[in-house]
Nanobody, 124 residues
Framework: QVQLVESGGGLVQAGGSLRLSCAVS????????MGWFRQAPGKEREFVAA????????YYTDSVKARFPISRDNAKNMVYLQMNSLKPEDTAVYYC?????????????????WGQGTQVTVSS
């Protein structure tokens, strides 16, 4: 029904920047909240950021506030996570996710669709 494909990950030095992209296909006309999650080795999947369908509301986990703005371009069926001032502790596989909702969703179990993930590695 909905397919998500992440891209933009890679290896970057601490203090650098990356922009992750999520291409959305399928029933893109529906009202989807989009979220970004990350999972480091040996750790649980962690919420990073979410954005409503209109883009009018966003929410971030405290560890990335002011560093990782989330945005979306519905005309292009794209969602972005601009990652600035990267730290080694940001190293993880980053996942794009979607759920039909008019409200922000921050819990992984509520999301219905997931991308394959993209690796982000930040060296010190």
């Amino acid at each position: 029904q909905v397919q998500l494909v992440e891209s933009g990950g890679g290896l970057v030095q601490a203090g650098g920047s990356l922009r992750l992209s999520c291409a959305v296909s399928g029933r893109t006309f529906e009202t989807y909240v989009m979220g970004w999650f990350r999972q480091a080795p040996g750790k649980e999947r962690e919420f990073v950021a979410a954005i409503t369908w209109s883009g009018s509301s966003t929410y971030y986990t405290d560890s990335v506030k002011a560093r990782f703005p989330i945005s979306r371009d519905n005309a292009k069926n794209m969602v972005y996570l601009q990652m600035n001032s990267l730290k080694p502790e940001d190293t993880a596989v980053y996942y794009c996710a979607a759920v039909r909702s008019i409200r922000l969703v921050v819990t992984a179990y509520e999301y219905d669709y997931w991308g394959q993930g993209t690796q982000v590695t930040v060296s010190s």
